[in-house]
């Protein structure tokens, strides 16, 4: 996951000052997308609606999309008014998908068990490499290393922290535990 990391790291690097000064927070992820990738974040309703999505089992829902054609990324309406977090978090998976994944061309289908911050059943198979790749090249987009140990040091509130970094609890504890 270094090497995941390191690509995070490299597209902040590559963020214009205008765009964002790389100290700022929460990281404009969904600008990154747009402006560096010509990714247009979409929130639709019924993401089944999408071109080639496979078919769903009831209790099954998808959190995300990309479809690198259309040079969209969807995020699932209703997860994310319920949950600002989660939908940052989702929009960072998908590009993550995108920047480590897209030489592939196909959509990319994210069920909501394979987001991360989702995973709190350890009874679950492990998830497939592109998915955990995804979720570090999410992790360390929205939360940054440096920036982490920085605002860690200076203030140990957890739920401030999770604030400031607009993250949900599970994703900045998964985070703090990799990056402290």
């Given amino acids: ?8 790291e490299g597209v902040l690097a590559s963020v214009p000052s205008w765009l964002w000064d790389g100290e700022s927070l929460p990281v404009p992820v969904e600008d990154i997308a ?3 990738f010509g990714l247009l974040v979409r929130e639709v309703g ?3 609606a999408a071109p080639g999505v496979p078919s769903l089992h009831e209790a099954q829902s998808l959190s995300g999309l990309l479809l690198p054609d259309r040079g969209e990324i969807w995020v699932n309406a209703n997860e994310a008014q319920q949950w600002p977090t989660r939908r940052r978090f989702t929009i960072g998976h998908e590009l993550g998908h995108f920047c480590l994944h897209h ?3 196909a959509a990319v289908w994210c ?8 995973r709190r059943n350890t ?7 592109e998915e955990e790749e995804a979720n570090a090249f ?8 440096s920036l982490i140990r920085r605002h860690y040091s200076r203030e140990m509130d957890f739920h401030a922290l999770c604030r400031r970094f607009g993250a949900s ?12």
């Fill in 1 to 8: 996951m270094e090497e995941v990391e390191a690509h995070a």
């Fill in 34 to 36: 747009d402006t560096l």
């Fill in 46 to 48: 019924d993401l089944s």
């Fill in 103 to 105: 030489q592939r061309g």
């Fill in 111 to 118: 069920r909501t068990g394979c987001i991360e911050e989702e």
């Fill in 123 to 129: 009874s679950l198979p492990p998830l497939p490499i």
């Fill in 138 to 145: 999410a992790a360390a987009i929205l939360m940054p290393a």
């Fill in 169 to 180: 609890g599970s994703a900045m504890g998964k985070r703090l535990h990799r990056v402290i």
